[in-house]
C-alpha cells in the first residue's frame, strides 16, 4: 500500500505545470500602486474596471499609461489593471512602470528598448520630500527657528550634536529617552 501511494506522488509530481492564462506585475510611483495583468487578445486595456479614458480623465495620463503598448506598437495583448493610492498622475505612471515590467516578463527582448525610453525607472519622489520633512521636524524638536534657506546648515548641526542621523536613503531623527 505503501508504494501505491509514493507511485500516485511520483505520478502527480510528473504531470505537466499548467501554462499560466495571464503575467503579472507590480508598478509604484510615490504612494501608488498598481497591479498589471497581460495576456494574449485584442489590444482592451481596463483600470479598475474603467477604460482608460473614463478613469484617467486627462488625455496625456491616458497617453502615459498606454505608452509602453503605443511605443512599442503592440496591441496583441489586453491588459486589466488594479490601481490604488497615491494621486491620478502617480497612478499613471505606476501603470505605466507595471505594465513594462510585464511586458518584459512576457517577452524580455523589449527590456533594453524599454530601458532607453526611461519607462523602467521608478521615480521614487517619496524619499526626496522625506528628506527636508525629517529634518524640519528635528529642527523643530530641538528648538531650533528654521527657514527653508538655512535647512543644510541646520541639517550639519543637528547630526554634530547627534540628534539627527543619515542612512543609505533615509534620514531620520534619533529619539531621546526621557
Not at 474596471?49 to 511605443?71: D, I
Request: charged share 25%; net charge positive.
Amino acid at each position: 500500500m505503501a508504494t501505491a501511494t509514493t507511485t500516485h506522488h511520483k505520478e502527480a509530481a510528473a504531470a505537466p505545470a499548467k501554462k499560466s492564462r495571464y503575467t503579472e506585475a507590480v508598478g509604484r510611483r510615490k504612494t501608488a500602486i498598481a497591479r498589471v495583468r497581460i495576456s494574449a487578445g485584442t489590444g482592451k486595456m481596463t483600470v479598475n474596471g474603467k477604460t482608460p479614458t473614463e478613469y484617467f480623465t486627462l488625455p496625456r495620463l491616458v497617453a502615459a499609461a498606454r505608452s509602453p503598448l503605443e511605443q512599442l506598437k503592440l496591441d496583441e495583448y489586453d491588459v486589466s489593471v488594479k490601481v490604488s493610492g497615491g494621486g491620478i498622475h502617480a497612478q499613471a505612471d505606476a501603470v505605466r512602470l507595471g505594465l513594462s515590467r510585464a511586458i518584459i516578463a512576457k517577452s524580455p527582448d523589449w527590456k533594453p528598448r524599454l530601458r532607453t525610453m526611461g519607462f523602467l525607472t521608478r521615480d521614487s519622489a517619496w524619499w526626496n520630500a522625506r528628506s527636508t520633512v525629517s529634518a524640519k521636524r528635528a529642527a523643530r524638536r530641538s528648538g531650533l527657528n528654521v527657514k527653508n534657506s538655512e535647512i543644510e546648515y541646520t541639517k550639519t548641526a543637528l547630526i554634530e550634536s547627534g540628534l539627527f542621523c543619515t542612512c543609505a536613503r533615509v534620514e531620520y531623527v534619533k529619539i531621546r529617552a526621557k
